[in-house]
T-cell receptor
Framework: GAVVSQHPSWVICKSGTSVKIECRSLDFQATTMFWYRQFPKQSLMLMAT?????????EQGVEKDKFLINHASLTLSTLTVTSAHPEDSSFYIC?????????????FGEGSRLTVL | DAKTTQPPSMDCAEGRAANLPCNHS???????VYWYRQIHSQGPQYIIH???NNETNEMASLIITEDRKSSTLILPHATLRDTAVYYC???????????FGKGITLSVRP
């Protein structure tokens, strides 16, 4: 199947700093990418949907100025957690699909674990 | 998208079939049933999906009842590596969003 890669796999940062997480589709062009967040022992929560070349659509309750999403190309989307605080510590997961895939068939990255001290 | 209900957990013996149930009694005619799984500390993995017919692939089989109000994911010969959280999701896919519930934790014992 198609491969989606995230980087970094894990990151530790100090409170108040910003962290960028990259999501790449390695062998296909992703027209749409999704960002999820998962807290310990909880399910995945969709944060935002991004389409290449356009602004991301954020889910209710997700601060767009805090979680900056850029989908500048068909193979790369980035999530920047600005002014991170300990409560932002979580497992961030991206997923991607092409226009040709079944609408609910997504390919997920390996996830990026963020720890804010 | 219709809501799904899954038991919180189940276990099975290695080598035996694992039958994971899912209720989706409010499913509408244009909604598909999708199954994903998430192994600990990894991203979810697509398993299978169906509309009304039973489906089979190299990973699993999906059995959907005739009234489409429930389905069962079957892992024919469970291995220890199948231990994971399995999510049953119902969606039209119209907006491409997948909403994950709590899923069912499958533990495969030696």
């Amino acid at each position: 199947g198609a491969v989606v890669s995230q980087h970094p796999s894990w990151v530790i940062c100090k409170s108040g700093t910003s962290v960028k997480i990259e999501c790449r589709s390695l062998d296909f062009q992703a027209t749409t990418m999704f960002w999820y967040r998962q807290f310990p022992k909880q399910s995945l929560m969709l944060m935002a949907t991004s389409n290449e070349g356009s602004k991301a659509t954020y889910e209710q309750g997700v601060e767009k100025d805090k979680f900056l999403i850029n989908h500048a190309s068909l193979t790369l989307s980035t999530l920047t957690v600005t002014s991170a605080h300990p409560e932002d510590s979580s497992f961030y997961i991206c997923s991607a699909r092409t226009a040709r895939q079944a609408v609910g068939e997504l390919f997920f990255g390996e996830g990026s674990r963020l720890t804010v001290l | 998208d219709a809501k799904t209900t899954q038991p919180p957990s189940m276990d099975c013996a290695e080598g035996r079939a694992a039958n994971l149930p899912c209720n989706h009694s409010t499913i509408s005619g244009n909604e598909y049933v999708y199954w994903y799984r998430q192994i600990h500390s990894q991203g979810p993995q697509y398993i299978i999906h169906g509309l009304k017919n039973n489906e089979t692939n190299e990973m699993a089989s999906l059995i959907i009842t005739e009234d489409r109000k429930s389905s069962t994911l079957i892992l024919p010969h469970a291995t220890l590596r199948d231990t994971a959280v399995y999510y049953c999701i119902v969606t039209t896919g119209a907006n491409s969003k997948l909403t994950f519930g709590k899923g069912i934790t499958l533990s495969v014992r030696p």
